[in-house]
């Protein structure tokens, strides 16, 4: 299951790469990406994928204060796209945390910067820790 799931989760990167970078509609990276790869879990990469993109300027509000001394514009492209693909992971569908995080890291390691895995994995322990709530409060801040 994990390895299905990376491999799925690898080509959300991609199809959310291209929605970013190349503006092209989510709608037709999803068909590119799916003629190419049958055997992924579609029904996976099409909720995260769709989800992601639905609720952008959500998550963009949430990362941008989680990126202490660094501005949102100034984010590498893939880095920004995995930061979004795994808030929205841990948000709205029910991935165990660190196996998130885990999975986004190994993300930005293979795609990103020689420091990108250590850049997503403080951002995303930070929101991680703002999704807990506090001792005794009823509910967490709405990261």
């Known amino acids: ?4 799931r990376r491999r799925a989760r690898d080509v959300a990167l991609q199809v959310l790469f291209q929605y970013d970078v190349g503006s092209v509609p989510i709608s037709d990276a999803l068909a590119a990406a799916r003629d190419q790869d049958a ?3 579609w029904d996976f990469v099409e909720r995260l994928c769709t989800g992601t993109a639905a609720h952008l300027r959500e998550l963009d509000a949430v990362i941008t204060p989680l990126l202490h001394d660094w501005s949102f514009e100034r984010l ?4 920004r796209a995995i930061l979004r693909m795994a808030l929205y992971e841990l948000r ?14 190994e993300l930005a390691k293979r795609y990103g910067t020689e420091d990108s ?19 005794g409060s009823q509910a967490g801040p709405g990261v």
């Open 76 to 79: 590498a492209n893939v880095d």
């Open 92 to 105: 709205y569908m029910d991935t165990p945390p660190a196996t998130v995080i885990d999975e986004a890291v």
């Open 39 to 41: 055997v992924v879990e």
């Open 1 to 4: 299951m994990r390895t299905r």
């Open 117 to 135: 895995g250590r850049f997503v994995n403080g951002v995303l322990g930070v929101a991680v820790r703002a999704l807990r709530p506090a001792a």
